[in-house]
């Protein structure tokens, strides 16, 4: 079964870079799409993007000008980075696994969640 | 860009049955999964391609699609039953992974 656990500051100040990792184990990263989802909190659940193939991305076109996920194959773990953040951007950030079937992929297993407070 | 609409709350006495919406444009035409989410807690998938359950979820649980509205099935709810559920698509025009609003479910 594999296990994802997310890792990172929990407080960010204004304006500055929110960096994340994704640590997993029981499985390789080289192998399945891994997302990165919020829930600003009380809210709903927002993608953020995704990465797979060890390199390929695709972002929500809402952030996508602010965010970079990457991969670490040889640490079995991927990263978030959002820039320039506000308020706005305070949530839980969950990561997780997706599983593609035919007309779109689902998230079969995911992080307990990290909250990020972005405030100065 | 795609938009799936729920209800934000549904409620159900317990051993009766819940039924949850999810509407979308053509929603059947696309595959449809929906998360269980109880506070402090991460998502759980319960329903994944419309109508299939992973391993570890109760027979209780049931997805349908067709039109612009699917539906997740609760049968004999239950009090641990008590969460927040989400529906979720994949929009092809723009590969984005899309989610519901969330339907608070309460158990009377």
């Known amino acids: 079964q594999v296990q994802l656990q997310e890792s990172g500051p929990g407080l960010v100040k204004p304006s500055e870079t929110l960096s994340l990792t994704c640590t997993v184990s029981?499985?390789?990263?080289?192998?399945?799409?891994w997302s990165w989802i919020r829930q600003p909190p009380g809210k709903g659940l927002e993608w953020i993007g995704y990465?797979?193939?060890?390199?390929?991305?695709n972002y929500n076109p809402s952030l996508k000008s602010r965010v970079t996920i990457s991969v670490d194959t040889s640490k079995n773990h991927f990263s978030l980075k959002m820039g320039s953040v506000t308020a706005a951007d305070t949530a839980v950030y969950y990561c997780?696994?997706?599983?593609?079937?035919?007309?779109?992929?689902?998230?079969?297993?995911w992080g307990q969640g990290t909250l990020v407070t972005v405030s100065s | 860009s795609y938009v799936l609409t729920q209800p934000p709350s549904v409620s159900v006495a317990p051993g009766r049955t819940a039924r949850i919406t999810c509407g979308g444009n053509?929603?059947?035409?696309?595959?449809v999964h929906w998360y269980q989410q109880k506070p402090g807690q991460a998502p759980v998938l319960v329903i994944y391609?419309?109508?299939d359950r992973p391993s570890g979820i109760p027979e209780r649980f049931s997805g349908s699609n067709s039109g612009n509205t699917a539906t997740l099935t609760i049968s004999r709810v239950e009090a641990g039953d008590e969460a927040d559920y989400y529906c979720?698509?994949?929009?092809?025009?723009?590969?984005?992974?899309?989610f519901g609003g969330g339907t608070k479910l309460t158990v009377l």
């Open positions: 997780a696994r997706e599983i593609l079937v035919p007309g779109g992929g689902y998230f079969d297993n």
């Open positions: 391609y419309d109508s």
């Open positions: 029981g499985g390789s990263v080289s192998r399945y799409l």
């Open positions: 990465i797979y193939n060890s390199g390929s991305t």
């Open positions: 053509d929603i059947g035409s696309k595959s």
């Open positions: 979720q698509v994949w929009d092809s025009s723009s590969d984005r992974r899309v």
